[in-house]
């Protein structure tokens, strides 16, 4: 088995300005950690094309693209909220996280590859269909299911998505729509304040919102629980991952607090989940992640659970 690891040195020309906790140092240290991990021959580096206007208007409004294209700026940098800023290398940034989503998607479907995972910037699980926000700019993640369904016809793709926040910007694109199923785990109460359980629509949308200081034994025991049976329920075709690395006890932005292990414990069960019901097929796009010291190996631990 191996895994093909997208990615694009223009992911690194996003740059939200000095102090902001999503800066290409993440992406460095992510790439650092895989080249240097024992599995090393084990992983493809592919180089994936930009995203096209058709797959980013799968998941967005014609308005939203159109004022995206309109913002960026040829230099400096333009605020769209005051946590999602674009500069220079931003739009065409954001393109290549869109397009590896569907090019991996593309290729595992394909057997060129098991798995994949898309190292790109910037994340995308807080982007509405027509609204950017959350540091994300294009929901990589809800391209990608939509794409699943319209260019591939699998009746069945799940979500899942460990971020510490909640994908506020998932929900809203892939709600109410038949063949998929999102799942979420994240902090509560955090931003951006939406992900309760009261939002939950049976085989479609389901929030497990956890109290800070939630750890890696009660993580645990909720995904054996609860969130693996809704999966071996839906039976998928394929399974997205919305995989951000923030839940560590490390991390700034949260406090959630599971470890190094626990992701390798998340690729683990997700991957042979994969493997019983859909020929091992899985993809993983980054979200977030913000301690530089843990990032890398984070990353590294859940694509060996993969593994």
Same mark, same amino acid.
């Given at each position: 088995?191996?895994?093909?690891?997208?990615?694009?040195?223009?992911?690194?020309?996003?740059?939200?300005?000095?102090?902001?906790?999503?800066? +290409?140092?993440?992406?460095?240290?992510?790439?650092?950690?895989?080249?240097?991990?024992?599995?090393?021959?084990?992983?493809?580096?592919?180089?994936? /094309?930009?995203?096209?206007?058709?797959?980013?208007? @799968?998941?967005?409004?014609?308005?939203?693209?159109?004022?995206?294209?309109?913002? +960026?700026?040829?230099?400096?940098?333009?605020?769209?909220?005051?946590?999602?800023?674009?500069?220079?290398?931003? @739009?065409?940034?954001?393109?290549?996280?869109?397009?590896?989503?569907?090019?991996?998607?593309?290729?595992? @479907?394909?057997?060129?590859?098991?798995?994949?995972?898309?190292?790109?910037?910037? /994340?995308?699980?807080?982007?509405?269909? %027509?609204?950017?926000?959350?540091?994300?700019?294009?929901? %990589?993640?809800?391209?990608?299911?939509?794409?699943?369904?319209?260019?591939?016809?699998?009746?069945?793709?799940?979500?899942?998505?460990?971020?510490?926040?909640?994908? %506020?910007?998932?929900?809203?694109?892939?709600?109410?729509?038949?063949?998929?199923?999102?799942?979420?785990?994240?902090?509560? /109460?955090?931003?951006?304040?939406?992900?309760?359980?009261?939002?939950?629509?049976?085989?479609?949308?389901?929030?497990?919102?956890?109290?800070?200081?939630?750890?890696?034994?009660?993580?645990?025991?909720? =995904?054996?629980?609860?969130?693996?049976?809704?999966?071996?329920?839906?039976?998928?075709?394929?399974?997205?991952?919305?995989?951000? =690395?923030?839940?560590?006890?490390?991390?700034?932005?949260?406090? @959630? +607090?599971?470890?190094?292990?626990?992701?390798?414990?998340?690729?683990?069960?997700?991957?042979?989940?994969?493997?019983?019901?859909?020929?091992?097929?899985?993809?993983?796009?980054?979200?977030?992640?913000? %301690?530089?010291?843990?990032?890398?190996?984070?990353?590294?631990? =859940?694509?060996?659970?993969?593994?």
């Amino acid at each position: 088995m191996s895994i093909a690891i997208y990615t694009h040195p223009d992911c690194l020309e996003h740059d939200p300005g000095p102090g902001h906790p999503e800066n +290409a140092g993440r992406l460095r240290a992510i790439l650092a950690a895989l080249h240097s991990a024992s599995y090393v021959s084990r992983l493809n580096f592919v180089t994936p /094309p930009p995203g096209r206007d058709e797959q980013i208007l @799968l998941a967005h409004s014609p308005e939203h693209l159109a004022h995206i294209k309109a913002s +960026a700026p040829a230099s400096g940098r333009v605020a769209l909220d005051g946590d999602t800023l674009l500069s220079g290398g931003s @739009l065409t940034a954001a393109r290549y996280g869109a397009g590896a989503a569907c090019q991996g998607l593309d290729d595992v @479907l394909a057997g060129r590859f098991s798995k994949a995972f898309c190292a790109t910037r910037p /994340p995308g699980h807080h982007a509405t269909r %027509n609204q950017a926000m959350g540091f994300c700019l294009f929901n %990589n993640i809800g391209i990608a299911a939509l794409h699943a369904q319209q260019q591939h016809r699998l009746q069945r793709v799940a979500i899942v998505d460990f971020d510490v926040h909640h994908g %506020n910007g998932s929900q809203d694109i892939l709600r109410g729509r038949e063949g998929i199923l999102y799942i979420s785990t994240h902090q509560s /109460p955090l931003y951006p304040g939406t992900g309760t359980s009261a939002e939950n629509i049976p085989g479609n949308i389901a929030n497990f919102p956890l109290p800070a200081g939630t750890g890696g034994e009660l993580y645990r025991e909720i =995904f054996l629980s609860a969130i693996l049976p809704q999966l071996h329920a839906f039976k998928p075709d394929m399974i997205l991952i919305s995989a951000g =690395f923030d839940a560590h006890r490390l991390d700034p932005l949260a406090g @959630l +607090a599971l470890d190094t292990a626990d992701y390798l414990w998340l690729g683990e069960q997700l991957g042979a989940c994969a493997e019983q019901y859909c020929q091992g097929h899985l993809l993983a796009v980054l979200e977030g992640g913000y %301690n530089l010291q843990v990032l890398g190996d984070c990353v590294a631990a =859940f694509l060996e659970g993969l593994l």
